[in-house]
C-alpha cells in the first residue's frame, strides 16, 4: 500500500512539474496555434510555489524525487525575475554629471474612470483628488492614463492643466471638449499625435523634451470586463465551488480575450514600434501576465522598466481576478532606465507605475553630432 501511495505522489508530482514546463513555454506558443497553453500563463508563478512544495517536502522525506520539480524550475528559472525583483531604484540615484533635464518620468495609470476598486460609481470626485494629489507628489513629465474620464463638477484634465500638463491628447474628445479613455498628458510639447485604433484605448505621440525626442505610446490591450455575475464565479472558484457552466463561460470570456491580444500586437502595436523615428516608451495597461505571448513578444523588440529597476512583486492589479503584474513600461534600448516604482492606491482597481529614463551616452553623442 505504502508502495501504491508513493507511486501516486509520484506521478501527481511529475503532471505538477509539466504543467510548469508548459506555462513557462506558453509565451513561445501564438494563442491562435494553441490557446490553452497559452492560458496556461496564468498559472506560471503559482506553480512555481507549489513545485518549490514538492522539492520541500521530498527533502524533508529525504527522497531523491525532489529532483523532479527542482530540475523544471532550474530550467525555467530565468523567468522569475520577471516576476519578482531585489535591489530596483525608486529613486534615480544622484549623479554630478546628470542634471534634471537629462531625466525623463514617466507614469502610466488606469484610472478607472475614478470608480474605485469597485465597478459602482461612489466617491469619484474624492477618487479623482486622490490621483491628482499623487501627479503632485510624482510630478511626473509625462502620464499615461488608461480609462480616463472628468467627473460633473469636477474637471481633472483642466486640473492637470493648472498642474503643468497643458499638452494634453485623447483617443476621444467628448461634447464638453473633455478627454475619454486612453489620454497622454505632457508637459512636454507633442510635435505630433495619433489615434492607432478605433477602439479609444491606444494613442501615442512625438514628444520633445532638451535632449529626448522620443515617441511615448499609451496602450490599453482590450479587457477581460469582468461584471458582477463573472467576479462572483471566480469568488466561487476561489473557494471551490466550481459551477462548470458558469465556469466554461468565464474560461470563453479570457480565451477569446487572450486570441485578442494576438491580433492587437499584430495589428496595432508592432507597426507603431517599428516604424518609430525615435527611442520609443510604450505603457499601459497590457491585461496579460509576464508568462504571456503579448509580453514576451514586446519584450522581444523592448525592455521592461521593471526589470531594469524595480523590486519586490510590483503587482498592479488590485481586483477580483487574481492579482498579477499586467501594467509595464517598456523601452527601446536607446534609453536607460533609472528608477521604477509601483504607486499603491485605492482609488482604481489598478496600482499606477513610474518610470525614470536617461538618454543612453552613445544616443547623447548622436545628438550633438
Not at 496564468?42 to 521530498?58: D, H, M
Not at 474637471?155 to 461634447?175: E, N
Not at 465556469?247 to 480575450?257: D, G, I, P, Y
Not at 551616452?361 to 550633438?368: D, F, I, P, T, V
Request: hydrophobic residues 40%.
Amino acid at each position: 500500500m505504502r508502495k501504491v501511495i508513493r507511486i501516486f505522489f509520484i506521478v501527481l508530482n511529475a503532471l505538477i512539474a509539466c504543467t510548469l514546463l508548459m506555462s513557462s513555454i506558453a509565451g513561445l506558443v501564438p494563442p491562435s496555434k494553441a490557446v490553452v497553453i497559452s492560458l496556461l500563463s496564468y498559472a506560471f508563478f503559482p506553480l512555481v510555489i507549489i513545485n518549490a512544495l514538492c522539492v520541500l517536502l521530498w527533502l524533508f522525506f529525504k527522497r531523491w524525487e525532489f529532483l523532479i520539480s527542482l530540475t523544471v524550475i532550474l530550467l525555467r528559472c530565468g523567468m522569475i525575475p520577471l516576476f519578482i525583483q531585489l535591489g530596483g531604484n525608486e529613486q534615480p540615484p544622484r549623479s554630478e554629471q546628470r542634471s534634471a533635464a537629462e531625466e525623463l518620468k514617466v507614469m502610466s495609470y488606469n484610472l478607472h474612470g475614478f470608480n474605485g476598486q469597485t465597478q459602482k460609481s461612489e466617491n469619484r470626485e474624492r477618487n479623482a483628488s486622490a490621483f491628482l494629489d499623487v501627479v503632485r507628489s510624482e510630478a511626473p513629465d509625462m502620464i499615461c492614463a488608461q480609462e480616463m474620464a472628468n467627473i460633473k463638477g469636477f474637471t481633472v484634465s483642466d486640473s492637470l492643466k493648472r498642474l503643468g500638463y497643458t499638452y494634453q491628447y485623447s483617443a476621444v474628445q467628448r461634447k464638453d471638449n473633455q478627454p475619454f479613455g486612453a489620454t497622454i498628458f505632457s508637459r512636454c510639447p507633442m510635435e505630433y499625435v495619433q489615434t492607432i485604433d478605433n477602439s479609444s484605448r491606444k494613442i501615442y505621440a512625438d514628444i520633445k523634451k532638451d535632449e529626448f525626442h522620443v515617441r511615448i505610446v499609451c496602450v490599453h490591450m482590450s479587457s477581460y470586463f469582468f461584471g458582477t455575475a463573472h467576479q462572483d464565479v471566480i469568488q466561487d472558484i476561489k473557494h471551490n465551488d466550481i459551477d462548470k457552466t458558469h465556469t466554461r463561460r468565464l474560461f470563453e470570456k479570457v480565451k477569446s480575450n487572450v486570441l485578442n491580444h494576438e491580433q492587437e500586437w499584430n495589428e496595432d502595436i508592432s507597426p507603431v514600434i517599428s516604424e518609430s523615428p525615435y527611442p520609443i516608451i510604450v505603457a499601459g495597461d497590457f491585461n496579460d501576465t509576464p508568462a504571456s505571448h503579448l509580453y514576451y513578444k514586446t519584450s522581444r523588440k523592448l525592455k521592461d522598466a521593471y526589470v531594469e529597476q524595480g523590486s519586490g512583486m510590483s503587482i498592479t492589479y488590485n481586483g477580483s481576478f487574481p492579482t498579477y503584474r499586467i501594467d509595464y513600461i517598456f523601452h527601446s534600448d536607446q534609453l536607460h532606465t533609472l528608477a521604477y516604482k509601483r504607486l499603491k492606491s485605492n482609488f482604481s482597481d489598478h496600482n499606477g507605475i513610474v518610470a525614470v529614463f536617461e538618454l543612453e551616452r552613445k544616443q547623447l553623442k548622436r545628438n550633438e553630432q
